[in-house]
């Protein structure tokens, strides 16, 4: 399963940006997509996530700012993001699970400008 992300680039603070992730290859039924974030650092967080019935959960920091949606025929899935704030700059990862494992996409880039 390949994972590709697009939509990233800078945006100014208060400005909004939408990812989308595309799967492709041999899928078997996708339980969960998910955007998953990188600071500078170790570290990769949770941003959102969305299960096969809709179910959703976001990280508190982005909550009421940041939107998931999926389209489970075509295996996308998006991550609108509105009112970003400084702290949102980070390496976002597409992130997929289905039966035959867990698969990762490139990244894209999100950078804040003040």
């Known amino acids: 399963v390949q994972l590709v992300e697009s939509g990233g680039g800078l945006v100014q603070a208060g400005g909004s940006l939408r990812l989308s992730c595309a799967a492709s290859g041999t899928i078997f039924s996708i339980n969960v997509m998910a955007w998953y974030r990188q600071a500078p650092g170790p570290q990769r967080e949770l941003v959102a996530s969305?299960?096969?019935?809709?179910?959703?959960n976001y990280a508190d920091s982005v909550k009421g700012r940041f939107s998931i949606s999926r389209d489970n025929a075509r295996n996308t899935v998006a991550l609108q993001m509105n009112s970003l704030k400084p702290e949102d700059t980070g390496v976002y990862y597409c992130?997929?699970?289905?039966?035959?494992?867990?698969?990762w996409g490139q990244g894209a880039q999100v950078t804040l400008s003040p």
């Open positions: 992130y997929a699970r289905d039966d035959g494992g867990r698969y």
């Open positions: 969305m299960t096969s019935g809709d179910s959703t």
